[in-house]
């Protein structure tokens, strides 16, 4: 095998680990991102320092590169198509980015695909979703999301009653979509290579932090019928194929208490409900983002052995240098896994790292990933 120059546009814990994965086949991994605190950049072969949203930045970066991949979103996309145009490999493709970091875009695009979501309108401002409330178009409860620039739950706001109409409404260009009836939130992860092969994951199943609105434990297998596996595995598929995009795509989705399952939103790169892939699975979510853009056949993604994956976030009231209290505790614990982004400073319900539970069954998995979150705290000293 030669070794393509493979970019990464992201040095938070996404690329470290994507980083990790291609450390087994020893490829050399650039990775560009404003410091050299981020977490991956230890463990890049060459690591740059710069603003991957500014167009030059990214576009110097990516010269001379065979592939460029991402992980995140918010990029400079301009420097992505200038990096096409020149003949380096881009995975996921520029427009595939554009059409996925607007919400609004990205909505229209499973309405115009008969692609089953939630029903949803587009709005210029808050004034406009405030007419469509008073003029009736919108009744309580409804979720607003900014078009552009949300994430880890920000950009997002609910509507149960006026009272937080007078106080939530986001004013920028967004989208408002009906309040789901969900039973389970659950997510897929595929991937698909330049060739068309397409691989689906197990169906993970998510519970959400009640403040901080980010996944804070998630269960594979999902408990869940296989009828409605099968058709979580389907639209996944089919999402995917639609978007013939390349690399990974994380399709959130949820399961409504009558059995109807809808598309969410999508992520185009490694993602949070893929964690647990590195130990439970046959093949982990990062070396098959690596297999997928390097257009090498996609590795199998059996479930080796039940998971629960927690997140490991800041403790509440605790800003600074982080501290991990209770570490020989979490390490007691048989067949727990925990990951260390390498973040200098905790805050409250930031990303510290995650922890992986294993068990003969997903309850003993889960008993586990719950003893692993009362064992450790990020704290400060």
Known sequence: ???????????????????????????????????DGFPA???????????????????????GLDVVTIEIEHINTDALRALEAEGVKVYP?????????????????YADRDIATTPFTLYDDAAGVRRAVENGDWSFPFVQKSRTGGYDGQGVAVFRNQEDLDGKLIDAPCLVEAMADIDKELAVIVARSPSGEISVFPTVEMEFHPTANLVEFLICPAAIDGDTNARAAALARKVVAEMEIVGLLAVELFLTKDGQILVNEVAPRPHNSGHHTIEACMTSQ????????????????????????????????????????????????????PHLYGKEETRPFRKMGHITALGDTVAQAKERAVRARAACRVITK
């Open 1 to 35: 095998m030669s070794s393509p120059k493979l970019g990464i546009l992201g040095g938070g814990q996404l690329g470290k680990m994507l980083c990790q994965a291609g450390a087994d086949w020893h490829l050399p991994i650039h990775v560009l991102d404003k410091n």
């Open 93 to 109: 493709q520029s427009d595939k980015v554009d059409l996925i970091k607007d919400k609004g875009l990205q909505k229209q695009f």
């Open 41 to 63: 950049a230890p463990y890049a072969t060459v690591f740059t320092e710069g603003d991957f949203r500014n167009k030059e930045d990214a576009l110097a970066f990516g010269r």
């Open 286 to 337: 990062y070396e098959q983002h690596l297999r997928a853009i390097l257009d090498l056949p996609l590795g199998p993604t059996d479930l080796l052995r039940p998971a629960a994956m927690i997140n490991l976030l800041g403790a509440e009231g605790h800003t600074g240098p982080a501290v991990y209290d209770g570490w020989e505790k979490l390490l007691a614990i048989p067949e727990v896994y």
